[in-house]
């Protein structure tokens, strides 16, 4: 058992401390202030505000739509010469106008699902390719790929 004389009494702070304390009060003050006035800047995002992102689409250059028509037509030339079966002239399709909305918005539409693309706000594109995808999933081909070339050509010469 211990002895009585190995107990310390309790021992004061130095006196510094009493400055380390105010200090650490007035950064904890200043880091409040400034958040505060930092997330009220513009080009900061707050978390958790859960309205829809609208995209923001740039002006069309000239040079995508052209491009984009362009493989449409490639696209209906090679199904016209049977070198693309109708399910592959849908996927192509679908790639043509996906890549059209990436060029033309923030957003990667090469990789968004329908779901993501209604909820980013491009709800003709997700309908227009929402009629690909029972020719894509089909378990036997598609008789004709005409009406989805008609859609496709149609979906970009609308697109604003």
Do not use: C
């Amino acid at each position: 058992m211990p002895e009585i004389d190995d107990f310390f009494p309790p021992l004061g702070y130095d006196w510094w401390w009493w400055l380390v304390l105010p200090l650490f009060v007035a950064l904890l003050l200043a880091w409040l202030i400034l958040s505060r006035r930092f997330a009220g800047m513009r080009g900061w995002r707050r978390r958790g505000s859960g309205a829809p992102v609208r995209p923001k689409v740039l002006p069309l250059p000239v040079d995508v739509r052209r491009r984009a028509l362009q493989r449409i037509a490639e696209v209906e030339r090679q199904v016209a010469a049977r070198e693309l079966t109708p399910r592959e002239a849908h996927i192509e399709l679908s790639e043509i106008l996906r890549e059209l909305a990436f060029y033309t918005t923030r957003f990667d539409a090469r990789t968004m699902t329908l779901t993501d693309l209604r909820r980013a706000g491009l709800t003709r594109l997700a309908d227009t390719l929402a009629g690909f995808y029972p020719v894509n999933f089909a378990p036997r081909e598609a008789v004709e790929a005409q009406p989805a070339i008609d859609a496709a050509r149609t979906a970009v010469t609308q697109w604003s």
